[in-house]
Nanobody
Framework: QVQLVDSGGGSVQAGGSLRLSCAASANPYNNYCMGWFPQVPGKEPEGVAAIHTDGRSTYYADAVKGRFTISQDNGKKSVYLQMNSLKPEDTAMYYC?????????????????????WGQGTQVTVSS
């Protein structure tokens, strides 16, 4: 497992932007699948974006394609989620997740069960 620290959440109006950051403590920092998971009370977390640290795969949920961009800076051991054109339905606690054994497969990247490390979460609130 790896320690993850999420940051960057806040309150914005619809149409606004936020940039979430996830800093990992892993050493070495390679071969990780890193994902972002919004969680709303009463619902299972479902990934909105994921990236493999070697850059070979990047995924987005249909609901965020064209609005969110996942990126990384391996030198800083960090993953980012740029969130543009935010909507009230994007409101959630956002968690960064990581797993080294998991290869970021297209069939399952959005499932929380495949990740073994989670950040503490950062709240995103979008008002209409």
């Amino acid at each position: 497992q790896v320690q993850l620290v999420d940051s960057g959440g806040g309150s914005v109006q619809a149409g606004g932007s936020l940039r979430l950051s996830c800093a990992a403590s892993a050493n070495p920092y390679n071969n990780y699948c890193m994902g972002w998971f919004p969680q709303v009370p009463g619902k299972e977390p479902e990934g909105v974006a994921a990236i493999h640290t070697d850059g070979r795969s990047t995924y987005y949920a249909d609901a965020v394609k064209g609005r969110f961009t996942i990126s990384q800076d391996n030198g800083k051991k960090s993953v980012y989620l740029q969130m543009n054109s935010l909507k009230p339905e994007d409101t959630a606690m956002y968690y960064c997740a990581a797993d080294r054994a998991y290869d970021c497969a297209e069939a399952s990247w959005s499932e929380g069960r495949v990740y073994d490390s989670w950040g503490q979460g950062t709240q995103v609130t979008v008002s209409s």
